[in-house]
């Protein structure tokens, strides 16, 4: 069993930027593929990044690509999201998953999540 938790959530303006932090314990996630999806109120479950288990490989929704980068630090067992340019559209709950299977374009399938850290633009 993986336990994860993010922090480094919060309210920022528009054009702001927020970096998020995941810490995985229980076991080791560095042979796991890593990502992030989001969750606005009343919306679906969004795939946001994903990074490989060496953190060669990156994928990001169209949405924040050019604004966001994914990054790991497998001796240190946490995951982050740097968040750049941040717009109102990017207000949502933003979970750490182990990345279980990845389904197709901007879609993955998840083994284990956090219980989310929340952010929150103002325009």
């Known amino acids: 069993q993986v336990q994860l938790v993010e922090s480094g959530g919060g309210l920022v303006q528009a054009g702001g930027s927020l970096r998020l932090s995941c810490a995985a314990s229980g076991r080791t996630v560095s042979s796991y593929a890593m990502g992030w999806f989001r969750q606005a109120p009343g919306k679906e479950r969004e795939f946001v990044a994903a990074?490989?288990?060496?953190?060669?490989?990156?994928d990001y929704a169209d949405s924040v690509k050019g604004r966001f980068t994914i990054s790991r630090d497998n001796a240190k067992n946490t995951v982050c999201l740097q968040m750049n340019s941040l717009k109102p559209e990017d207000t949502a709950v933003y979970y750490c998953a182990v990345i279980k299977r990845r389904l197709g374009r901007e879609e993955y399938e998840y083994d284990y999540w956090g219980q989310g850290t929340q952010v929150t633009v103002s325009s």
């Open positions: 990074i490989s288990w060496g953190g060669g490989n990156t």
